[in-house]
C-alpha cells in the first residue's frame, strides 16, 4: 500500500526557517518524481515545487523560488521542503503527492500544518 | 504561465443530478490534465487522469473527456458522498496549476 506521511510542521514566526519532511513506503521511491502542494486556510490548492526521480530537474512556483528548497533522499525514501523566509501568506497545510504524467498527484500524504505568526 | 478557471465556481444539486464542471487552460496542454476530489480536512483524492481514464476504484459515474484548452468532468448520478470541491490539475508544463476549485454542496 502507497503511504506518504509529512512531519516538520508548526509554528515558526516571520522570516523564520522551517523544514517538512516526507516518508515514503508501499512502492519505489527513487523510481518516481515527487512534488510539493499547499492549501492556505479555506483556499484552493497550489502547486508548490517539483523533484525528479533522480533530483536533475527542480521546478518551483514563483511565490516560493528563492526561499524555499525541496531536496529527497532515495535511500531514506524521503522527500524534503526546506522553507526559509517564510511569511504569513505562507501558512497553509503542505502536502506531499506522488508522480508526474499518468501518475501525477495520483498519492497524497494527509498533510501537515505551517503556521507563520508572531 | 498556464492559467487554468473552473465553472462554476459553486453549485447546489440533487442526489440523482447530473452535474458537469468545465476546466479551460489559457493555452493547450494537449490531455495532461487530472480532477481531484476534496472533502472538508481531507487530502484531496484522483478521480480522472489524462483528461479522461478514471482512477482504480474510483466510481464509473465519474468521467471526464476534452484535450486541448477545454475539459469537462461530468458526474452521472451524484450520490451523497458526491458533495465536495473538486480541482482540475494542468501538469503539461511547469509551474504546473490547479483550477480555483468547484463546490458542490446540497440543493
Known amino acids: 500500500e502507497v503511504q506518504l506521511v509529512e512531519s516538520g510542521g508548526g509554528l515558526v514566526k516571520p522570516g523564520g526557517s522551517l523544514r517538512l519532511s516526507c516518508a515514503a513506503s508501499?512502492?519505489?521511491?527513487?523510481?518516481?518524481?515527487m512534488n510539493w502542494v499547499r492549501q492556505a486556510p479555506g483556499k484552493g490548492l497550489e502547486w508548490v515545487s517539483s523533484?525528479?526521480?533522480?533530483?536533475?530537474?527542480?521546478y518551483y512556483a514563483d511565490s516560493v523560488k528563492g526561499r524555499f528548497t525541496i531536496s529527497r533522499d532515495n535511500a531514506k525514501n524521503s522527500l524534503y521542503l526546506q522553507m526559509n523566509s517564510l511569511r504569513a501568506e505562507d501558512t497553509a497545510v503542505y502536502y506531499c503527492?506522488?508522480?508526474?504524467?499518468?501518475?501525477?498527484?495520483?498519492?497524497w500524504g494527509q498533510g501537515t500544518l505551517v503556521t507563520v505568526s508572531s | 504561465d498556464i492559467q487554468m478557471t473552473q465553472s462554476p465556481s459553486s453549485l447546489s444539486a440533487s442526489v440523482g443530478d447530473r452535474v458537469t464542471i468545465t476546466c479551460r487552460a489559457s493555452?493547450?496542454?494537449?490531455?495532461?490534465l487530472g480532477w481531484y476530489q476534496q472533502k472538508p480536512g481531507k487530502a484531496p483524492k484522483r478521480l480522472i487522469y489524462?483528461?479522461?481514464s478514471l482512477q482504480s476504484g474510483v466510481p464509473s459515474r465519474f468521467s471526464g473527456s476534452g484535450s486541448g484548452t477545454e475539459f469537462t468532468l461530468t458526474i452521472s448520478s451524484l450520490q451523497p458522498e458526491d458533495f465536495a470541491t473538486y480541482y482540475c490539475?494542468?501538469?503539461?508544463?511547469?509551474?504546473?496549476?490547479f483550477g480555483p476549485g468547484t463546490k458542490v454542496d446540497i440543493k
Open positions: 503527492a506522488r508522480g508526474d504524467r499518468l501518475f501525477m498527484c495520483d498519492y
Open positions: 489524462a483528461a479522461s
Open positions: 493555452q493547450g496542454i494537449r490531455n495532461d
Open positions: 523533484i525528479s526521480s533522480s533530483s536533475s530537474y527542480i
Open positions: 508501499g512502492f519505489t521511491f527513487s523510481s518516481y518524481n
Open positions: 490539475l494542468q501538469h503539461n508544463s511547469y509551474p504546473f496549476a
